[in-house]
T-cell receptor
Framework: NAGVTQTPKFQVLKTGQSMTLQCAQDMNHEYMSWYRQDPGMGLRLIHYSVGAGITDQGEVPNGYNVSRSTTEDFPLRLLSAAPSQTSVYFCASSRDRKYEQYFGPGTRLTVT | GENVEQHPSTLSVQEGDSAVIKCTYS??????FPWYKQELGKRPQLIIDIRSNVGEKKDQRIAVTLNKTAKHFSLHITETQPEDSAVYFC????????????FGKGTRLSVIA
C-alpha cells in the first residue's frame, strides 16, 4: 500500500492564481480531511469528507473548495491564492472517525 | 462541536526524566482518545490510543491514561530520550454524527541531553 499520497510536495504561487492540491489513498478509507499547519502552529481543519459525494466545512474553509467523487481521491482547490494561505497542507484519511488517521507527507505552499 | 485543550503548550525535560501532557475535551460522547507525534518537518503519526472501556494503556515507555468523569486524558513518557523531542497532539473522537475531527493545539516537548 502507498498509504496517503499528496502532490505536489512544494509549490510557489503568485497572489490570485488558483491551483489544486491532490490527495489519494489506497486503503479504502471513508473519512478524509485536509488540514493546514502554519509555522509553529497546530493543525487546523479546512474541509473533510465522510464518504464519496459528501463533504463539509472545517474550522478554516474560506478560500478553499473540495470534492469527493471517488473514495480514493480528495483534491483541495485554492480559488484565488493569497499570502495568508502560505502554509503546509496535510491530507489525512481514516477508516472512520474513531480510528487512526493516516497523514500524507504534506505540500509546502508559498504564495507571494 | 468538540472543544479540545492541551497543556502545557511547551515542555522541556532533562533526558531520563518523565513528561506528562494533558488533553481536556468537552464532548462527553467521546470514546476514542489518540495521541499523535510530529517530528520536525515530518507528518503527524499515531503513537498510542485508548478507547473508553479502558482506563490505561502502555506501550514500552509511553502510556495513556483516561479519566472519563473529568473528561481528560494524558500522555506519559518515561525515561525520555532526545528522539522524543517533537510536537504531540491529542485528538479525542466520538460518534457525534458528522462533527469535524479537530486536534488539540499541540505540545512542543524538548528533551535536553
Amino acid at each position: 500500500n502507498a498509504g496517503v499520497t499528496q502532490t505536489p510536495k512544494f509549490q510557489v504561487l503568485k497572489t490570485g492564481q488558483s491551483m489544486t492540491l491532490q490527495c489519494a489513498q489506497d486503503m479504502n478509507h471513508e473519512y478524509m480531511s485536509w488540514y493546514r499547519q502554519d509555522p509553529g502552529m497546530g493543525l487546523r481543519l479546512i474541509h473533510y469528507s465522510v464518504g464519496a459525494g459528501i463533504t463539509d466545512q472545517g474550522e478554516v474553509p474560506n478560500g478553499y473548495n473540495v470534492s469527493r467523487s471517488t473514495t480514493e481521491d480528495f483534491p483541495l482547490r485554492l480559488l484565488s491564492a493569497a499570502p495568508s494561505q502560505t502554509s503546509v497542507y496535510f491530507c489525512a484519511s481514516s477508516r472512520d472517525r474513531k480510528y487512526e488517521q493516516y497523514f500524507g507527507p504534506g505540500t509546502r505552499l508559498t504564495v507571494t | 462541536g468538540e472543544n479540545v485543550e492541551q497543556h502545557p503548550s511547551t515542555l522541556s525535560v532533562q533526558e531520563g526524566d518523565s513528561a506528562v501532557i494533558k488533553c481536556t475535551y468537552s464532548d462527553s460522547a467521546s470514546n476514542y482518545f489518540p495521541w499523535y507525534k510530529q517530528e520536525l518537518g515530518k507528518r503527524p503519526q499515531l503513537i498510542i490510543d485508548i478507547r473508553s472501556n479502558v482506563g490505561e494503556k502502555k506501550d514500552q515507555r509511553i502510556a495513556v491514561t483516561l479519566n472519563k468523569t473529568a473528561k481528560h486524558f494524558s500522555l506519559h513518557i518515561t525515561e525520555t530520550q532526545p528522539e522524543d523531542s517533537a510536537v504531540y497532539f491529542c485528538a479525542p473522537r466520538g460518534d457525534s454524527g458528522n462533527t469535524p475531527l479537530v486536534f488539540g493545539k499541540g505540545t512542543r516537548l524538548s528533551v535536553i541531553a
